[in-house]
């Protein structure tokens, strides 16, 4: 910083969470699902989810109303065209899409973490009846879309895979509306950051960052004299507003590993309880994800651990410590005796902010199982397996569903790159939240929307959805519609206009002034450099079709590179004498298949 120059002012509020909290939460988080160790590879969370569906599953309990749910959920789903796109990141997507085509508002659908495209059934429907063009890809190991073989299931990826689908089917020409939750809402901010002139407004609902452990790991680094980047301690660059201890937050080392890695400090976002396990029907499914030890929200992962802990020192089980010695004074006997039904109540009340509506997690079911064609009632088999047959069969011919997830599914970001990204954010900005068992923080959504704010953002807020939980596009899809079209049509409806993210000067303008949105210009693909004309067109020109004298000439040079004469044409053709013959030559004439 410069002399005399004052503070940089944080907008990070005191009462965000900081590094400690974290850490006690990552502690806890793992504590009540009786892991013994936090994934940190596909492998361990497909270990980890396997384990949890092995406690769970034997215990859940079908209402009967469940399988009327699920009839309705399958009955009324609204129609989508389904369609497949090869992008450039190697990977095939399957998305769902309404509305015409040619519509220039686009608005983007990113499904959270368990899900797939068919959650948006309902709202990408009554967003084409509104006019837009919405589409909804199945992100990378999930629905049918297509897996990552090295396991590169990062927000940067993701974000990285829906940019090739936008630029796949030239959705670039007008700024797109991206709405994201959970994981998808992290896909969409490293989206939104890292082409800031293609995203004109991010709905980003329940998701948000530390802030102010980022800010703690900043100031380690400062304190270190290991300004991030080789940055001198004067200078300001786009991001320096994030900390008034640091001039960036990037994350810090410990070991040789980052202190803000997702995996280690907020295990929650990882992994689906649901991903390695099979189900006899999507009852079982639906039941399944009810549970409360498959929602469990990091605001209220503490409080749960020190109540369960209690418990279980009231029923003479804690491990570790001795039992209170008894009192002679009938008070303290009377307080003591109270005490556990106390402790009880206090559970039952933590877990109802964990329950979840069956209609939800039905809905979430249908959107996660790969469900057989002409299913009517919700079951993979003729009947209901109990789990003892599910152990004898295991998973083999009784019909159980799987799910349509990577089961080695591990999801990770960056931290502390997300929040440096933040005050170089262009689009309107909308940080929703759920107002009960939220796995958003408060502050913390406030201190972000505060950042992106006083940046280059075009407007930042940080709403509370009222009577809604976590999972908002299953259990509450109108209240995050209405959501939608509140922010599109108000704070942002500004956002598809061509002239609000437009880049470049007179080279990036149309003949009639209109901002040109070529990709090369939104930094979505290079243009091709060339050192010469020659050069350019030769890469660029049309091709010639070879004569028969050049074919003659390419062959006779390369039976001189086999060793053979040039005029030796016996060994050319593909016959059964050379030894190399195709699997189509095996095969009698009838035949008609693929050879891989």
Request: aromatic share 4%.
């Given at each position: ?58 215990s859940?309990a ?6 009327t ?42 499904h ?55 630029v ?17 809402a992290?896909?969409?901010l ?10 004109g ?41 994030l ?11 410990a ?14 976002w ?6 390695a ?11 399944f ?45 009377a ?59 295991e ?8 799910p ?29 939240r ?47 519609l ?98 190399h013959?195709?699997g ?13």
């Open positions: 910083m410069r002399a005399g120059s004052p503070p940089l002012q944080s907008p990070f509020p005191a009462s965000a969470k900081g590094l400690q909290e974290l850490q006690l939460q990552a502690s806890a988080y793992q504590s009540l699902l009786g892991l013994g160790s936090l994934p940190q590879t596909g492998r361990q969370a497909q270990a980890a989810a396997r384990q949890l569906g092995a406690v769970v599953l034997p859940v079908l209402p009967p109303l469940l399988s749910l699920v009839a309705e959920e399958l009955a009324g789903r609204p129609p989508a065209k389904a369609r497949f796109i090869d992008v450039s990141t190697g990977l095939r997507l399957r998305y769902l899409e309404w509305g015409p085509t040619g519509s220039s508002e686009v608005v983007l659908l990113l959270d973490l368990g899900e797939s495209a068919d959650i948006w059934r309902r709202v990408g429907a009554r967003l084409e009846g509104r006019g837009y063009r919405v589409l909804a890809p199945d992100l990378r190991g999930h629905g049918e879309s297509g897996r990552s073989l090295d396991g590169r299931y990062s927000a940067e990826a993701l974000a990285e895979d829906v940019k090739a689908l936008i796949a089917l030239d959705l670039y020409v007008c700024p797109l509306a991206v709405v994201g939750c959970g994981m998808g992290a896909a969409g490293a989206l939104a950051q890292a082409s800031p002139f293609l995203v407004a991010l709905l980003a609902a329940e998701f948000t960052l530390p802030v102010a452990a980022a800010c703690s790991a900043a100031a380690g680094l400062a304190a270190a004299g290991e300004m991030p980047g080789g940055t001198a301690a004067g200078a300001q660059p786009a991001g320096a507003r900390s008034s201890q640091a001039t960036a937050i990037k994350p810090a080392k070991g040789g590993a980052a202190v803000l890695d997702s995996r280690a400090l907020l295990p929650w990882g992994l689906c309880p649901a991903q396990s099979c189900f006899p029907s999507v009852e079982h499914c639906a039941a994800l009810a549970h409360p030890l498959c929602n469990l929200s990091p605001v209220l992962l503490l409080p749960l651990e020190a109540a369960a802990a209690r418990a279980a020192a009231a029923v003479g089980i804690a491990s570790g410590s001795d039992p209170p010695a008894p009192s002679s004074s009938g008070d303290c006997a307080a003591s005796e109270a005490q556990p039904a106390e402790d009880a109540a206090v559970l039952r009340q933590l877990f109802g902010q964990l329950q979840r509506p069956l209609r939800g997690t039905v809905a979430s079911a249908c959107s996660l199982l790969r469900l057989p064609p002409g299913l009517a009632e919700g079951r993979g088999g003729g009947r209901m397996l109990g789990w003892d047959e599910l152990e004898e069969d998973f083999g011919e009784s019909g159980l569903l799987s349509r997830m990577d089961p080695s599914f591990l999801f990770n970001f960056d931290a502390a790159a997300l929040l440096n990204g933040l005050p170089d954010l262009r689009c309107h900005l909308h940080l929703a759920a107002a009960r068992g939220s796995w958003a923080d408060a502050a913390d959504a406030a201190a972000m929307a505060a950042a992106a704010a006083g940046g280059a953002a075009s407007a930042a807020a940080a709403p509370e959805l009222p009577g809604t939980g976590h999972w908002l596009a299953a259990d509450h899809p109108e209240e995050l209405q959501a939608i079209i509140g922010f599109l049509e108000g704070p942002a409806i500004s956002c598809f206009e061509r002239s609000v993210l437009a880049k470049g000067g007179s080279s990036g303008s149309l003949p009639g002034g209109a901002p040109a949105r070529r990709p090369e210009l939104l930094d979505l693909r290079p243009l091709p450099q060339f050192s010469s004309l020659d050069e350019a067109q030769k890469a660029l020109g049309p091709r010639a079709i070879p004569s028969a004298a050049a074919v003659d000439a390419e062959l006779r040079r390369l039976r001189v590179e086999e060793g053979r004469d040039a005029s030796d044409a016996s060994s050319d053709e593909d016959e059964e004498s050379n030894g013959p195709t189509l030559a095996r095969d009698p004439p009838t035949y008609f298949g693929f050879v891989g």
